[in-house]
């Protein structure tokens, strides 16, 4: 696959998520912290990580489209990915098990992913 495809999947994939935690922060929310998700303050950040990501999301796919530079859009990507995967191992066992490692596991994937594709893209 062409980076610039990489780059397409990726801010699509952003929007996706990101969509979902805007439109439906404690439903989407308990997929990363679990029921603590379902409380005001947690959907407030929830929906503003969303809001991130959206953005995120589009910048990407706008630099494709207008043919600007998209390395940029991934690092800052590969960045708050970084950023999500910290912040999820320090809370530990305050969040399930599961939840933890699917939001581990999809944080360091796209975060390597878009640092490599960053590299090749421009």
């Given amino acids: 696959m062409e980076p610039v495809d990489l780059a397409r999947s990726n801010g699509i994939g952003r929007i996706a998520l990101g969509a ?6 404690g439903l989407a929310g308990r997929a990363w912290v679990g029921d603590d998700a379902r409380s005001t303050g947690a959907k407030v950040l929830a929906s503003a990580l969303g809001a991130r990501d959206v953005a995120l999301g589009l910048g990407v796919l706008l630099a494709i489209k207008n043919d600007a530079p998209v390395r940029g859009w991934l690092e800052g990507a590969a960045l708050a990915d970084v950023a999500d995967f910290a912040a999820t191992l320090a809370a530990g066992s ?3 098990r599961i939840p933890r490692a699917g939001i581990l596991a999809l944080a360091a994937t796209s975060a390597v992913g878009c640092a490599l594709t960053a590299r090749a893209i421009d």
Avoid: F, N, Q
């Fill in 20 to 25: 979902g935690l805007m439109l439906a922060p």
């Fill in 94 to 96: 305050g969040i399930p």
